[in-house]
């Protein structure tokens, strides 16, 4: 599967952007998906998780109440809405997946640019 995230872009603090994973190759369905972000100099880290079947988990310190990850199978896409930013959201965001055999992420996006500005 190909993952291709978009999306990002430059938004004031208090704003909000809705990013998107669209997969090509294989369909969404047959993988459990996630969103992580990589800060300049920090590592990677997970932002939010959605299952095949629409269950949900999220990094709860850091997005809590203010991210929802969802995904619509027959657009083969996931998104993730993102409000009340604030300049420590300012990354570049993963779409990430994979299949009920791991649980670890074996197909990613090429990751897209988020910058929120104070």
């Known amino acids: 599967v190909q993952l291709q995230a978009s999306g990002g872009g430059l938004v004031q603090a208090g704003g909000s952007l809705r990013l998107s994973c669209t997969a090509s190759g294989r369909r969404l369905s047959d993988f459990h998906m996630g969103w992580f972000r990589q800060a300049p100099g920090k590592e990677r880290e997970f932002v939010a998780s959605?299952?095949?079947?629409?269950?949900?988990?999220y990094d709860v310190d850091s997005v809590k109440g203010r991210f929802t990850i969802s995904r619509e199978n027959r657009k083969n896409t996931m998104y993730l809405q993102m409000n009340a930013l604030n300049p420590e959201d300012t990354a570049v965001y993963y779409c990430?997946?994979?299949?009920?055999?791991?649980?670890?992420?074996?197909?990613w996006g090429q990751g897209t640019q988020v910058t929120v500005s104070s």
């Open positions: 990430a997946g994979r299949t009920i055999l791991t649980s670890n992420y074996l197909y």
């Open positions: 959605i299952t095949r079947s629409g269950a949900v988990q």
